[in-house]
């Protein structure tokens, strides 16, 4: 998906149209063109004398830990795991809130997931206000448990280096960049996760920018109070002013190849979380004890851990899971609308003046382990 959008680096040297009553020429920059290629924002740090520029980098510095703990072999292991992460996405096995997909950016949410910018208003209902302070933890079960991987690749060298506790971590996080991908300006909510914030980088070296401010249209990011480097291999902790003080983002121009970042991180028991949807609630009558989600969920696991077992053992999905007859069936017939087919039967609209409406049913049985379905097509109506 990520590969269908412009590279954000390109966007970086595109003009930006400067209306007549912009703030840049209230500001008595009256020199400016139409197009200015060279329009960099400000932030308010620009405005600082040197004297509190050296204060807030002092304050910076106090919150920031970085040690290169992972070699170039163990970079490698990482990153091929990284990858398995992506291809399982690909093929839809993850539960609905493990992935979230961005231009250039892709995020998987493991052990915890939560809202942020424009989410939380979709999720949890256009009453709800959005900005910082109003992010929710979603429901238990709704995204994926953390990988065994992480928990004896990443984890056990943070807690035997000592960064980080034994039991620290509940919830880790994928993010995977692309060349010229982002991540805007932000806080991690500290109503909701608790300190330090530890990532761990991997694929290339980028830098962590502290205080930028964004525009878009196109994108144009000022001048950081910092930029930290992240070398491949390197763990960073921040805490403190740094994490709580200033806001910190990735700038698509420090991110040349792709790039990926492991955040390790705790969810504060007393978090504020979502109510479970009803997809995740117990299915009456379900013998089997789970719900038809996590049943889909773990055969398609089941089908991607066979093939990367034996490519040869997945010829036909009948022969790993054959039709089980004590699950419960249903027949149900779902009208869609849609697009006829040439192979579709034609029927003569008996009405003028009307707009048809092509009506198709779907008889659609249902059982732990068949997801067979059967189209009938009826008669379209005119409305």
Known sequence: MAGEFMDLREKLTLPRRIRKNSKYLSEGLTYLTDYDHGMIPRSRY????????????????????????????????????????????????????????????????????????????????????????????????????????????????????????????????????????CIVSHIDPPHIFDRPLVTVSFFSDSALSFGCKFIFKPIRVSEPVLSLPCDRGCVTLISGYAADGITHCIRPQDVVRRRAVIIIRRVLPEAPRLSPSPS???????????????????????????????????MDERVLFPPVASGPRRKVLKPTLGRRSLQEPLVADQLSGGTVKEISWEMVSESPFSCHRQVIYGARKSV
Request: proline share 5%; aromatic share 8%.
């Open 46 to 181: 620009d405005s600082q004398s040197q004297i509190q520029r050296e204060e807030v980098l002092q304050k910076i510095h106090s919150g920031i830990r970085q040690r290169r703990l992972f070699d170039d072999d163990t970079c490698r292991l990482i990153e091929s795991k990284i990858d398995d992460v992506v291809r399982t996405a690909e093929v839809g096995v993850y539960r609905k809130h493990t992935v979230d997909r961005a231009p250039l950016r892709n995020k998987y949410f493991f052990g915890e997931g939560y809202t942020y910018g424009a989410q939380v208003s979709k999720v949890s209902g256009s009453s709800t206000r959005k900005g910082p302070g109003n992010e929710r933890l979603y429901a238990k079960g709704s995204v994926d448990e953390i990988p065994d991987w992480i928990r004896q690749l990443v984890e056990t060298p943070l807690v035997q280096a000592k960064l980080i506790p034994e039991g620290f971590m509940n919830s880790a996080v994928i993010n995977d960049y692309l060349p010229g991908g």
């Open 280 to 314: 995740l609630q117990p299915v009456s009558g379900d013998s089997y004890g789970e719900n038809r989600d996590d049943r889909h969920h773990n055969r398609k696991r089941h089908l991607v851990e066979a093939e990367n077992a034996s490519p040869s053992a997945v």
